[in-house]
């Protein structure tokens, strides 16, 4: 089983900064895409920010410029630098990841973390 947990979320004002990290441990072998994603409150679930095991990243237009996704695979980690924060980036963060338990698995299992709320104020 693989379980991960985010941390660094909280109460910024607009213009502010925030970084989230989310770190996944148990039964990895390796991780191959890692993500973040958002939700705000009746709005639907969004992806945010993505990052390859190469490390090649592609981002919402609405955060582009701004959030930098980037991980460390010794740590199993991946993070979001939050600039330039804005009242609609409020929303409750969770990260994302495909993973691979051992060396000869087939097919990556996706996990989910809990998520990490992020408010903005205005």
């Known amino acids: 089983q693989v379980q991960m947990a985010e941390s660094g979320g909280g109460l910024v004002q607009a213009g502010g900064s925030l970084r989230v990290s989310c770190a996944a441990s148990g039964s990895i072998f390796s991780i191959n895409a890692m993500a973040w994603y958002r939700q705000a409150p009746g709005k639907q679930r969004e992806l945010v920010a993505h990052?390859?095991?190469?490390?090649?990243?592609r981002y919402a237009d609405s955060v582009k410029g701004r959030f930098t996704i980037s991980r460390d695979n010794a740590k199993n980690t991946v993070y979001l630098q939050m600039n330039g924060l804005k009242p609609e980036d409020t929303a409750v963060y969770y990260c994302?990841?495909?993973?691979?338990?051992?060396?000869?698995?087939?097919?990556?299992?996706?996990?989910w973390g809990q998520g990490t709320q992020v408010t903005v104020s205005s």
């Open positions: 990052i390859t095991s190469g490390g090649s990243t």
């Open positions: 994302n990841a495909d993973v691979l338990q051992t060396r000869w698995a087939i097919v990556p299992r996706n996990y």
